[in-house]
């Protein structure tokens, strides 16, 4: 079955820890995405990776790290130095070759992350 | 500031009538607008979408509508079936080249009452 993984579902962290949330997909897709979401707003975008090796912050990357060393996975940290870490976090991944049909972008089911 | 709008947090509707789904958006450069469906512990998946150039798309029972006019979007289920209850995110962006440009609305969730 072709798809994206998030793990865990549900992670608990106490304050000043990172925590590094898991990402991995079998979709042969060259870009992936990290979102958050938190309560009354829209997704939106942590980071981004257009392929191996390289990756590009989004609209809110401050206390948050990436790194694309596979192309099936893109782990995101939560450091310490985000300042309100809970929240709903969503991955993402898609092709980068081809017409953008939007039906092309796949996503995780999520990791609601908790900062006790 | 957000840029897209969902001010209905919720909404219920009778089996087989009408659902309407609203959406406002901010900035006049977005040219693409789109709809996802949520369920429970599972990610958004694409919908529906509808370029500025249109005023109308159309997918099965799924029907978008834009105002660019008045910055205004919908999406409307015709008949709504209990398994269109989810959550639906309105997403906007200005190019069609990646979907990093793509700005989401907070979601509207959807009952649809046996």
């Known amino acids: 079955d072709g798809g994206i993984t998030q793990s865990p579902k549900y992670l608990f962290r106490k304050e000043g820890q990172n925590v590094t949330l898991s990402c991995e997909q079998n979709?042969?897709?060259?870009?992936m995405y990290w979102y958050r979401q938190d309560p009354g707003q829209g997704l939106r975008l942590i980071y981004y990776?257009?392929?191996?090796?390289?990756?590009q912050k989004g609209d809110i990357a401050e206390g948050y790290s990436v790194s694309r060393e596979k192309k099936e996975s893109f782990p995101l940290t939560v450091t310490s130095a985000q300042k309100n870490p809970t929240a709903f976090y969503l991955c993402?991944?898609?092709?980068?070759?081809?017409?953008?049909?939007?039906?092309?972008?796949?996503f995780g089911p999520g990791t609601r992350l908790t900062v006790l | 500031d957000q840029q897209v709008k969902q001010n209905s947090p919720s909404l219920s509707v009778q089996e087989g009538r009408i659902s309407i789904l609203n959406c406002d958006y901010t900035n006049s450069m977005f040219d693409y607008f789109l709809w996802y469906k949520k369920y429970p512990a599972e990610g958004p998946t694409f919908l529906i979408s509808i370029s500025s150039i249109k005023d109308k798309n159309e997918d099965g029972r799924f029907t978008v509508f834009l105002n660019k006019s008045a910055k205004h979007l919908s999406l409307h289920i015709v008949p709504s079936q209990p398994g269109d209850s989810a959550v639906y995110f309105c997403?906007?962006?200005?190019?069609?080249?990646?979907?990093?440009?793509?700005?989401f609305g907070p979601g509207t969730s959807l009952s649809v009452i046996p």
């Open positions: 997403a906007a962006s200005p190019v069609k080249t990646s979907y990093d440009k793509v700005i």
């Open positions: 990776s257009q392929i191996v090796n390289d990756f």
């Open positions: 979709l042969n897709h060259d870009a």
């Open positions: 993402a991944s898609s092709p980068t070759e081809g017409s953008l049909n939007y039906n092309e972008q796949f």
